[in-house]
């Protein structure tokens, strides 16, 4: 397979890209940051991208999805990224679906998914950092379990249908056994779930669990073993949010272009001085082999690759630092205006800090290829 | 099984079969490079690895048979590169024939010269070297200034070319002289010549290194029949920037390195440092340094497939070696510079047998050209600005 896009690829990357760029731009995110907005993103919205049918393009055709591939899920994700658009896009229609994939709560989950109706949230973060720990104890209580423990950093959590937590089952904190993916229904549980206002303006929650009671069959997959499902959903939502980095990044690098093409000092285009050229090109050559490697790694998911998760961590660190260099470098070549909230640069800057943190950072990825090569 | 399924098993058993043991071990020295040529210096393996894949066309798999190549279309290719990494085989024939002069010859050379050349640049019987630098010319290349007058059916050429590699090796120069005064790229003209012509000496220069892989190369008063320029006269600068495309493709790709399989970088400060009680290298920042090194080698080895899928598709932006070019390069400079922290004071010997004659610090030394040689790091920035990102002059 050719690592670029196909033509049926580059059709629903057209299409995408008109579509979001037409209904999300980034004033979309500012109205609602200014409205100071408490669901985050608009259900409007949300709608229809199910009617385009984006939410179900991973929901296998089967199911009445589009069964299409992590590229096509990135392709949207790509779009989203370049336009800012706050959505449950990553979290529902990636990796939820994901995690969901082939289990009983599929049949339950995906229709609603798939009309645009149910928001899932990702409960797997229980420190600032991402780290492969779970603490969160769900022990055994009548014919079901009771979660007890705390989750942090859980977008959408306070508008979700469905929250998808990683729990401790038996063992030690950091054991890779042990841990048990439980799928919680908002409608039948309620734990305590404290919304926070992040400074890209999203809204993501710290949640506590003081012995909430769940039924057995929550346990999406099997009893102590969730390491795989969790691992499967990890992969589509770090694959996911290479790609929207991919675009935030291009976003920001393609208003410093045009803005170098246009602001005036010193008589010249500001464009035209060497040391401003030799950046923007440099940060281009970044953007490009972060681009590369979102590919690369999508492309081996979709193929059941066994280096996939190695390609996925390539792409989740290399788009890591390319995009923070993207926003870093977007700021500073437009000088003043770049630190104005009334300019979009500073946008792009706040989420790339949120995606670049989510489901682990460069460092943490970097420090998982090298365990996996041995040193 | 498909056609492409069915090349690949059967190009794995032929590799394996034919691919002797010496050429499947990681390249440690310039030596474990073959460079064929009329006097050849080969290693053992190297001459029976050249001539079985040479037999195949595989030399310049994507070349068309006629012309000494394997015929294979990209996707088969890519194949048979991605069989090759996998069993770990070296490249069997270094050549600036291949990467530079051979893509330039299949665009502009008339059937007559392609036949001539080609097939000999497939077999590794004729090693060339690239006359383009001039003490007043480097990246300024259009500035040059040795001539060849016309004299009929052949020009009379003479000047001087400087950082000619392997002048002093090579059989065969191509080289860019002026033929007219009046335009300064549209006066350039493109020839070939034998080295061994009367006229042509050539004097090693001394690198960093200790080695003298470039020269100085003199012309005085040679004869170059008119048959030998490749396209028109005064057109040469096509030719030439085409070929430097060519040139940037194959510089970048030396980014990737650890043909002959294991990562030596990551072998070396495991050796050298040794691992921790958790199986970590026993050098926390060093470790750190290798493991953003990896991910952004990994990021470029993507992006290196993807440049060659493009380009072999005719989708790729025409400036866009500039760009490989940049980041390989810069990428490669990087790994020499961890792999020297991380050998240490074992890596500085300079001549010893356990240092295999200095070849760390050798290499080392020598990556600090791959941003000079084929257009430098700058110059390429200016390409990507101005090309790409279409930003003012
Ligand atoms: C190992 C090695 C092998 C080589 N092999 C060959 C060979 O086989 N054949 C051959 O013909 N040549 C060869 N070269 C020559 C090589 O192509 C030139 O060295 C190169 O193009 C730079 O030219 P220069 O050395 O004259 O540097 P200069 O052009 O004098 O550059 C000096 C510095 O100024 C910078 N600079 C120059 N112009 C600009 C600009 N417009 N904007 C910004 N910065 C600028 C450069 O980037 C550099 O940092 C080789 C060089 C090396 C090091």
Redesign the interface.
Same mark, same amino acid.
């Given at each position: 397979m050719p690592l670029y896009l196909d033509d049926q690829q580059t059709m629903l990357r057209d299409t995408a890209r008109d579509f979001i760029a037409e209904h999300a731009p980034p004033s979309h995110l500012r109205a609602l940051r200014d409205a100071n907005d408490p669901t985050g993103f608009s259900r409007d919205l949300w709608k229809q991208f199910a009617e385009m049918g984006f939410t179900g393009i991973r929901i296998p055709e089967a199911q009445s999805g589009m069964g299409l591939g992590h590229v096509e899920a990135g392709v949207v994700l790509e779009e989203i990224g370049r336009n800012l658009s706050p959505s449950p896009f990553l979290t529902t229609a990636v990796a939820a679906v994901e995690a969901l994939r082939g289990t009983a709560h599929a049949d339950r989950y995906y229709p609603g998914i798939l009309a645009g109706d149910t928001i899932a949230a990702l409960a797997i973060d229980e420190r600032a950092k991402f780290g492969d720990g779970i603490s969160l104890t769900a022990q055994r209580s009548g014919n079901g379990f009771r979660l007890s423990g705390t989750k942090q950093f859980v977008a959408h959590a306070h508008v979700a249908d469905l929250i998808l937590v990683a729990a401790r089952t038996s063992g030690a904190e950091s054991d890779q056994d042990g841990v048990t993916l439980f799928a919680v229904d908002s409608k039948t549980a309620a734990p305590d779930i404290r919304p926070e206002r992040l400074a890209d303006s999203s809204l993501a929650s710290r949640i506590t669990f003081a012995d909430l009671q769940l039924d057995a069959d929550s346990v999406v997959g099997e009893v102590d073993n969730g390491r795989e499902v969790l691992n499967r959903l990890l992969a589509a939502g770090r694959s996911g949010a290479s790609a929207e980095l991919l675009g935030v990044g291009g976003g920001a690098m393609d208003l410093t272009v045009a803005y170098l093409k246009e602001r005036k000092q010193f008589g010249q285009t500001i464009g035209s001085f060497q040391a401003l050229q030799h950046r923007a090109a440099h940060l281009y050559a970044e953007m490009e082999v972060a681009r590369a490697a979102v590919l690369k790694a999508q492309q081996l998911l979709d193929a059941g690759s066994a280096l996939a998760g190695q390609a996925v961590a390539v792409a989740k660190a290399m788009t890591g630092l390319a995009t923070t260099l993207s926003v870093q470098e977007g700021v500073q070549m437009h000088g003043g205006i770049g630190m104005t909230d009334e300019y979009d640069i500073g946008f792009y800057m706040k989420r790339a800090r949120v995606l670049a943190e989510m489901f682990g950072d460069a460092n943490y990825h970097a420090d998982a290829l090298a365990r996996e090569s041995g040193y | 099984m498909t056609d492409l399924a069915t090349f690949r098993s059967e190009t794995r058993a032929w590799l394996e079969a034919n691919c002797p043991p010496e050429m499947r071990a990681p390249v440690r020295s310039d030596k474990d490079i073959c460079w064929g040529g009329r006097n050849p210096d080969f290693q053992p393996g190297q001459r029976e690895w050249l001539e079985a894949m040479a037999s195949r066309g595989w030399t310049v798999p994507d070349w068309p048979t006629e012309y000494g190549g394997g015929g294979l279309s =990209?996707a088969e290719a890519?194949a048979l590169r991605e069989e090759m990494a996998a069993l770990h085989c070296r490249n069997p024939l270094n050549s600036f024939g291949i990467s530079m002069l051979g893509p330039a010859l299949l665009k502009y050379g008339t059937e007559e010269q392609k036949l001539d050349h080609l097939p000999k640049i497939a077999r590794g019987e004729i090693r060339w070297c690239q006359g383009y630098s001039e003490p007043n010319a480097g990246s300024d290349l259009a500035s040059l200034a040795a001539s060849a007058e016309d004299a009929g059916d052949h020009y009379i050429v003479n000047g001087q070319k400087v950082w000619t590699s392997y002048a002093d090796k090579a059989d065969w120069i191509f080289c860019l002289v002026r033929t007219s005064k009046e335009s300064k790229q549209g006066g350039i003209s493109f020839v070939l010549f034998d080295m061994a012509s009367e006229g042509v000496s050539t004097k090693p220069i001394l690198l960093i290194s200790g080695y003298s892989p470039f020269c100085e190369t003199f012309m005085d008063n040679v004869r170059v029949p008119k048959a030998n320029r490749i396209y028109d006269e005064n057109k040469g600068w096509d030719v030439a920037k085409y070929l430097l495309g060519h040139e940037r493709e194959m510089i970048s790709g030396m980014g990737l390195a650890s043909a002959g399989g294991g990562?030596p970088l990551?072998e070396g400060?495991?050796a050298a440092v040794g $691992?921790d009680a958790n199986? /970590? $290298?026993a050098d926390p920042l060093l @470790? !750190?340094s290798?493991? #953003?090194f %990896?991910? @952004?080698a @990994?990021?470029?080895g993507? #992006?290196s %497939? /993807?440049?060659i899928?493009?380009l072999k !598709?005719g /989708?790729a932006h025409p400036a866009q070696p500039s760009?490989m070019k940049?980041?390989g390069t810069e990428l490669n400079k990087a790994r020499h510079e961890l792999q020297m922290a991380a050998g240490g004071s074992d890596a500085l010997e300079w001549e010893s047998g356990a240092s295999n004659g200095g070849a760390a610090a050798r290499a080392w030394l020598r990556t600090k050209a791959n941003s000079i040689e084929g257009g430098t790091s700058?110059i390429?920035?200016?390409i990507? !600005?101005?090309r790409? $990102?279409? $930003? =003012? !002059?």
């Open positions: - | =990209p890519k990562n990551i400060a495991i $691992l199986g /970590r $290298l @470790r !750190a290798i493991a #953003m %990896e991910v @952004r @990994r990021a470029f993507a #992006m %497939e /993807r440049f899928d493009e !598709a /989708r760009m940049y980041y700058e390429q920035l200016n990507v !600005a101005k790409i $990102l279409d $930003l =003012p !002059a």
